[in-house]
């Protein structure tokens, strides 16, 4: 599972998806998930949603599955009508670990992966500043 953390408001949205991809590329493939925690204020135009449908269909293309986390209720409602799809947004990175475990088949054990993934922060990603 890649853990990544990116802010709303804290760089172009047209790179987000594209800076996702590329982490995605650069790390081991047995990955199954990203989740994606989303910081900050939401913007003031669908351009982050936009570019998550967009990572969210690339993601499925490569058999992963995303799952979003903003801690801001605000941020939340923002992110949920992310529209043709809606998108399930966990207030926790915790929740959202979780969610990613419970959509595995099979039978839910927890393993030491497992406790790692809660317990691991995310990895920052950084997106160049807007113009």
């Known amino acids: 599972m890649l853990r990544l953390a990116v802010e709303a408001a804290g760089g172009r949205p047209d790179q987000l998806s594209d800076a996702v991809l590329a982490r995605v590329s650069a790390g081991p493939d047995e990955e199954t998930a990203v989740v994606l925690m989303i910081e900050g204020d939401p913007p003031v135009d669908a351009a982050v949603r936009e ?3 967009r990572l969210d269909r690339e993601l499925a293309g490569r058999d992963l ?3 979003l ?30 969610a990613s475990y ?3 088949s099979g039978p839910g054990l927890v393993t030491g992966s497992a406790r790692a993934a809660l317990t691991t922060p995310p990895e920052p990603l950084a ?5």
Do not use: I, W
């Open 69 to 98: 986390v903003a801690g801001n209720s605000q941020l939340r409602e923002y992110l949920a009508t992310a529209g043709p799809k809606k998108l399930a947004v966990h207030p926790t990175m915790r929740a959202a670990v979780l």
């Open 65 to 67: 599955r995303m799952y």
């Open 102 to 104: 419970a959509d595995l």
């Open 127 to 131: 997106l160049t500043p807007r113009e």
């Open 51 to 53: 570019s998550l449908n």
